[in-house]
């Protein structure tokens, strides 16, 4: 129905059927058809035959109105779809909790910058509720940080972007040392149970046979930096947050012998995004340049 409705628009555009022939380059006889074929498809009579040439009726000019309508839908799709058209629409963008800082308004505002039509919307979860958003149709993308050499769970896409270590801190102030059995009296700030990071830590620390006793469970890192530079316990923190907050003055690196905890940055995604791929591409690029510039 949709050239059907092409063909109509076109006719009341020429103000002849020779004249939408030409237009569409087909013959007079083919677009008569096409308009008979849509006056039976709606069951009413949307041309004024009575006079030459045929013109819209009263009926078949509230028809018009609704077919430019469609039309102009249906080549909205279209650039939806195309990796050619610019970015536009709504990009759901998710960002593990490691990743959610200050400075990632750096590259949204460069994407922004470069397409305006774009509009974001930014949800701050764990990897596992980003996933199931991602599978569910509820976000476009999302930024997560993964253990080297894992991926995202099938049939989600994963793109590594970039490299970062998670560091021990203390403040400068603080009086502990980098071993295992030091670091086995203190108190910690930590991300809440369920981080990859964490659990890596409490692993590290079993094998040398302490527990550490977590003061505080904290999804915010500007948070966590905050308690730990006011002395409140220890944190795990990405070593380039670390570095972008220029905290290196109030903090102390702890590495304690065989502890090197390091994770990927990834860009995961359930599928291609048509036309707004131009715009994660940028984001990606972005993302990337914060974790190279420290």
């Known amino acids: 129905m949709l050239e059907d409705l092409r063909a109509l628009v076109e006719f009341a555009q020429a103000g002849s059927i020779a004249g939408a022939a030409e237009r569409l380059f087909r013959t007079p006889s083919a677009i008569t058809r096409q308009l008979q074929r849509l006056e039976a498809a709606l069951g009413a009579e949307l041309l004024d035959r009575s ?20 039309l102009r839908r249906q080549e909205a799709l279209k650039s939806l779809a195309s990796q050619d058209a610019e970015p536009h629409g709504v990009l759901r963008i998710g ?6 800082v200050g400075t990632l308004v750096e590259p949204i505002r460069a994407l922004k910058a470069k397409y305006p039509r774009v509009r974001l919307q930014l949800l701050s979860e764990f990897n596992g509720g980003l ?14 940080v993964l253990p080297v050499g894992r991926t995202a ?11 970062d270590r998670a560091e021990i801190v203390q403040s400068a102030a603080g009086g502990f040392d980098g071993d295992w059995s030091s670091l086995g009296g203190a108190s910690w700030v930590l ?54 907050n220029n905290s290196l003055d109030a903090l102390e690196v702890l590495r304690p012998p065989s502890f090197d905890l390091r994770m990927s940055v990834a860009v995961v995604r359930a599928g291609r995004l048509g036309a707004l791929e131009k715009a994660v591409a940028l984001l990606e690029d972005g993302i990337r340049d914060l974790f190279d510039a420290p």
Not at 56 to 68: F, I, P, W
Not at 95 to 100: D, N, S
Not at 153 to 163: D, K, R, V
Not at 193 to 205: E, I, N, P, S
């Open 51 to 70: 006079v030459k040439p045929p013109r819209l009726n009263g009926l078949g000019s509230r028809v018009l109105e609704q077919a430019r309508d469609l």
């Open 95 to 100: 960002l593990t909790h490691p990743l959610a």
């Open 131 to 144: 996933y199931n958003r991602l599978l569910a149709g509820d976000l476009d993308v999302a930024a997560v």
């Open 153 to 163: 769970p099938p049939p989600l896409l994963t793109n590594i972007i970039a490299t």
């Open 191 to 244: 991300n809440p149970f369920g981080c990859f990071l964490r659990a890596h830590l409490v692993d590290q620390m079993e094998r040398a046979g302490f527990t550490p006793m977590i003061a505080a469970e904290i999804h915010n890192v500007h948070l966590q930096l905050a308690f730990v530079q006011s002395g409140y316990g220890l944190g795990l923190l990405p070593a380039s947050f670390v570095a972008r």
